[in-house]
Nanobody
């Protein structure tokens, strides 16, 4: 599976960004898509995930601010990020899998200035 993420960038605190990730290749094996992030000096952490049927899971630190969605026809997962904080600054990696993360994309940088 190949993953192409886009949508990262520089935004001021309180602003919004939308990340997109398109999956291609052996997409028949995908039931689960989502996003991890990794800030400098920190471990990679789950941000949000979603199944093809629409079941979602969010990390506590993004609940109420981020929304994950999926377009099954386009094999694309989106992450709408609002009320961004400087601590959201990280490289965001999309992932796919059957029942859990299995493949990751190259990541897209999100930088939130204070």
């Amino acid at each position: 599976v190949q993953l192409q993420a886009s949508g990262g960038g520089l935004v001021q605190a309180g602003g919004s960004l939308r990340l997109s990730c398109v999956a291609s290749g052996s997409i028949f094996s995908i039931n689960y898509m989502g996003w991890h992030r990794q800030a400098p000096g920190k471990q990679r952490e789950l941000v949000a995930s979603i199944t093809r049927s629409g079941n979602t899971n969010y990390a506590d630190f993004v609940k109420g601010r981020f929304t994950i969605s999926i377009d099954n026809a386009k094999n694309t997962v989106y992450l709408q990020m609002s009320s961004l904080k400087p601590e959201d600054t990280a490289v965001y990696y999309c992932f796919v899998g059957l029942m859990g993360p299995r493949d990751w994309g190259k990541g897209t940088q999100v930088t939130v200035s204070s």
